[in-house]
């Protein structure tokens, strides 16, 4: 895209999810900071001294083509402990959920902290379902050490899982996630895949190639195809 959208700041970021994408084209021009990542124990979510992070957002899906540029997000705060109602339907990451026709590429997240009872992961929590889907790529992102997803869901149910990349996703064809790697720290009985969290009922066109984790890749609850690494 020749004139896409351009996001200078955490205010710009929020506004272009907040509004579901609308399927334009966005484009970072600067490393985002959410958050003073000095006045947070991202390993704990603690704020330090009387520093008071800003929650970022959920429950909005986003269509669109999204490039980070190869810049970084740093600084997502999403807490369950702040009031947030424990439901399996939530959905968190620096892309709550996305949906159909939607590129998410060249984006990296450092120094968050997502806490959540339904679907996460640092890049994309959820992508919705649609069996009709023709095209959703996540490409060359990454969530790295100091990035910390924890899964509160202490009882399996099916495809509600966390990761470093994808949290889940269910009976959507044409999905490509490639070029990703995570380091993140994930925690919980269902937040232990570094890439895709769940994948359930979904067809062979769903594939992530040349992706990489510290740890088990996928998934904690599948029946869809081996996914290619």
Known sequence: ???PYLISDGEGLAYAI???GKGKYYKLTNDIYLNDINGVNWETAEAIGNYAPSEWIDGVTFTGYFDGDGHIVNGIYYHIGNGRELTESGYAGL???????THIVNVGVRYSYIEIFGRSAAIVGYIVRDDKNENILIDSCFSDE?????????????????SGILGAA???PNVTISNCYSLANLTGPYSKNKIVGSTWMMPESFVAINCYGDGTLWLC?????MLKT
């Open 95 to 101: 892309f709550p959920s996305i949906t159909r026709n």
């Open 170 to 172: 269910l009976f959507t």
């Open 221 to 225: 609850s599948s029946t869809s195809n």
């Open 1 to 3: 895209e020749s004139s």
């Open 146 to 162: 100091t990035v910390y997803v924890n899964h509160i869901r202490l009882y399996e149910s099916t495809g509600v899982c966390s």
């Open 18 to 20: 907040l509004n579901g």
